[in-house]
């Protein structure tokens, strides 16, 4: 099973929404930069994934969720009143991709930004670097088990 990190703003879609109900599925769509999308079509049914709360007051991973359902069209492109709506898209012709997600749990202590960048073990990983704005990332087994340890 591969590992990932996706980021979200947590008032938007954090921990707390997929705690709230654990045995509810929550899709993750709205991705909208390829690179990111490319990352998601890669996804599998089992795969586990941080999530990281961005844009807020306590950034940092909060989370793991796994995929229960692997890449399939995102449907608020298609939705002319969806802010991801993409007139260039088709059903036909998908360019959004999204995977649904549930609940495994809320790590020890939320992870901050500076304790990555501090990590010599994640030197390597996407997030940590400057200029990187991907919202979905792979996490290598080894960086996985890095931020592991810096939860508890």
Known sequence: MAKWLVKSEPDECGIDDFAADPQS???WDGVRNYQARNFLCQMAEGDEVFLYHSSCRHIGVAGI??????????AAQFDSHSPYFDPKSSPENPRWTSVDMR??????SLVSLATLKSAPELAD????????????????????QAILRLAE
């Open 25 to 27: 599925v929550i899709p």
């Open 65 to 74: 969720v796994k995929v229960v359902r692997g890449p399939y069209p995102d």
């Open 103 to 108: 609940y495994v749990r809320t790590l020890p």
């Open 125 to 144: 990983l996407p997030l940590v670097n400057k200029g990187s704005r991907l919202s979905v990332m792979p996490v290598s087994e080894p960086e996985w």
